[in-house]
C-alpha cells in the first residue's frame, strides 16, 4: 500500500458513475495500486457552474479504506490504479 504524508493512503480514481437512486450525483471511486483497499466519495453536482477538478489520486486516512474482497474486482481496480499512477501525476485533472 502506498502511504503517503502524514500516514495517510494514495488512492487512485479507478471508476466513475452517476448513481441511478439520486440526480446529479457522480460517484468517484479510489483505489491503492495493489487494488485491496478502496474509497468511495459522492460529489453533488449542485450546477453546470460547478466546478471542482476530480483529480487522478487523493490521499485518505488509512480508517477511511474498505476492503476489496473480490478477486476480480481486485484485479480491475489494481490494474486500473496502475495505469493512473503510471500516467498521471496526483494532482493531474482527469
Request: proline residues 4%; without cysteine.
Amino acid at each position: 500500500m502506498t502511504v503517503a504524508s502524514d500516514d495517510r493512503v494514495r488512492v487512485w480514481l479507478v471508476e466513475r458513475t452517476y448513481s441511478d437512486d439520486e440526480q446529479n450525483v457522480v460517484i468517484l471511486v479510489y483505489a491503492t495500486t495493489e487494488g485491496d483497499r478502496y474509497f468511495r466519495k459522492e460529489r453533488a453536482l449542485t450546477s453546470f457552474s460547478d466546478v471542482r477538478d476530480t483529480t487522478a489520486a487523493i490521499e485518505v486516512d488509512p480508517d477511511d479504506l474498505g476492503d476489496v474482497d473480490d478477486p476480480s474486482l481486485r484485479e480491475r481496480y489494481s490494474g486500473e490504479a496502475s495505469r493512473m499512477a503510471a500516467e498521471h501525476d496526483p494532482d493531474d485533472p482527469v
